[in-house]
């Protein structure tokens, strides 16, 4: 009975950890090096380009409405992780590119879902799962040139439980940008 129970724990645990990971995807497209030399990075608000969701015009304006938030709260998220983790000297949000050695960081949100905590905790099997794929851009200010992309494509875990309803849409976010600082910060290093 002890080794069933451990062995139980043993799976709930590997398959929370599995469950909290968002898939990210670093194309770099051969110019590791470039990102060394940027100083300043500047976080720019994200767009929607995601497909609109509701039966109703009220509905459809309520989500526009809801990922003009996002779009905004992504880019805070981004660039709270940039100046926690000091990726950058100086790093701006929304602000005239500065012409001195910078790295533009923008993006586009493809999907965004808050779901249903409720039936995430109940049923699970992927019912009320909360969803933020989204495509974030490197560019260089003084070139243009996109140096590297990333892509996001965070989903609740399909598990059900306490761990799939506390996976919010913001949890999701948080995590994606964690991730992308994480990334700058060893590519930059790499090189």
């Known amino acids: 009975m002890y080794i069933l129970q451990r062995s139980i724990l043993f799976l709930l645990l590997t398959a929370s950890i599995i469950g909290c990971a968002t898939p990210l995807q670093m194309s770099l497209q051969g110019n590791e090096p470039l990102f060394r030399g940027h100083t300043t990075a500047v976080v720019m608000t994200f767009q929607d380009i995601s497909d609109p969701v509701g039966n109703t015009d009220e509905q459809r304006k309520a989500y526009k409405d809801t990922l003009q938030a996002a779009c905004k709260t992504i880019a805070e998220y981004i660039t709270q992780e940039l100046i926690q983790k000091k990726a950058y000297s100086t790093v701006l949000k929304d602000q005239p590119i500065p012409p001195e050695s910078t790295i533009i960081i923008s993006g586009f949100?493809?999907?965004?879902?808050?779901?249903?905590?409720?039936?995430?905790?109940?049923?699970?099997?992927?019912?009320?799962?909360?969803?933020?794929?989204?495509?974030i851009e490197f560019k260089d200010s003084q070139s243009g040139k996109i140096l590297g992309t990333i892509s996001n494509n965070g989903t609740s875990w399909v598990g059900g439980g306490v761990i799939a309803s506390g996976q919010s849409v913001e949890v999701l976010m948080q995590d994606a940008a964690r991730h992308v600082a994480t990334e700058l910060i060893w590519v930059r290093q790499k090189n």
């Open 109 to 135: 949100i493809r999907k965004y879902d808050k779901g249903n905590a409720a039936l995430r905790y109940f049923i699970g099997l992927g019912a009320g799962s909360s969803v933020f794929h989204a495509t």
